[in-house]
Nanobody, 118 residues
Framework: QVQLVESGGGLVQAGGSLRLSCTAS????????MAWYRQAPGKQRELVAA???????NYEDSVKGRFTISRDNAKNTVYLQMNSLKPEDTAVYYC????????????WGQGTQVTVSS
């Protein structure tokens, strides 16, 4: 059974930083595209950042230059370093694992709350 366990959310003032972590188990981590999504109240879930198995990354426009996604395949962990946080970054952040060899194998973490105060 695949499990994604997130940590690192919390309350931070605008301009501050947080680092989210997501550790996967029950899957061959290295063949998963890993991603972070977020969902703010009343809004649809949106892709924030993704990292392919070989390290290629892509970012949602509003976080480019502020957020960095990375992965450590030896630790089965993906990170999201968030700097220069803004109140509009407030959301529940979800870790996602997509098996690139079988895209029906798409898994989600439970979510971690990030709140940025102005």
């Amino acid at each position: 059974q695949v499990q994604l366990v997130e940590s690192g959310g919390g309350l931070v003032q605008a301009g501050g930083s947080l680092r989210l972590s997501c550790t996967a188990s029950g899957t061959i981590f290295s063949i998963n595209r890993m991603a972070w999504y977020r969902q703010a109240p009343g809004k649809q879930r949106e892709l924030v950042a993704a990292i392919a198995p070989r390290g290629d990354t892509n970012y949602e426009d509003s976080v480019k230059g502020r957020f960095t996604i990375s992965r450590d395949n030896a630790k089965n962990t993906v990170y999201l370093q968030m700097n220069s946080l803004k109140p509009e970054d407030t959301a529940v952040y979800y870790c996602n694992a997509l098996n690139i060899l079988s895209t029906s194998r798409n898994y989600w973490g439970q979510g971690t709350q990030v709140t940025v105060s102005s």
